[in-house]
């Protein structure tokens, strides 16, 4: 039981709702990927930026940990010009927000299907 919470929260981590597929909750699942998943796109449209892990500013560095919650695209950004941040833009703060703000929820979406797989929840 415990290996397939710990499977469901970390599915769940790398992309929205996978975790709860694989525990057989499907419109659930479907549901979180597609509203995490236009958000993050909609902070990458608008130019935001995901922050590397950078450990001298503080502020920097609560936003690594926001972006981290991501997951898969997050690591993606780290290879692929994805996620640089267009300063120039007018709605680069509202994309870096909107990215970040993905990210948060997705770490709620991952405790979720862990919860789940352990049977803590319905």
């Known amino acids: 039981m415990e290996k ?8 769940g981590w ?4 996978l975790g709860h597929v ?3 909750r499907y419109w659930r699942g479907v549901v979180f990927f597609l509203a995490i998943g236009l958000m993050s796109l909609m902070g990458l449209v608008m130019g ?3 922050y590397p892990s950078q450990a001298e ?6 936003a690594f940990l926001s972006d981290i919650g991501n997951g898969l695209l997050y690591v993606i950004s780290r290879f ?8 120039e833009r007018l709605t680069f703060e509202f994309g870096t927000a909107y990215l970040a703000g993905a990210g948060l929820l997705n770490y709620l ?10 049977g803590k929840k319905s």
């Open 4 to 11: 397939k919470a710990l499977a469901a929260g970390i599915l």
């Open 48 to 50: 935001g930026k995901i």
């Open 14 to 17: 790398l992309v929205p709702g």
């Open 80 to 87: 692929l010009p994805i996620g640089s941040g267009e300063m």
């Open 22 to 24: 694989y525990l057989g």
């Open 109 to 118: 979406v991952a405790l979720d299907a862990w919860d789940i797989g352990r």
């Open 57 to 62: 500013n503080p502020l920097t560095l609560l």
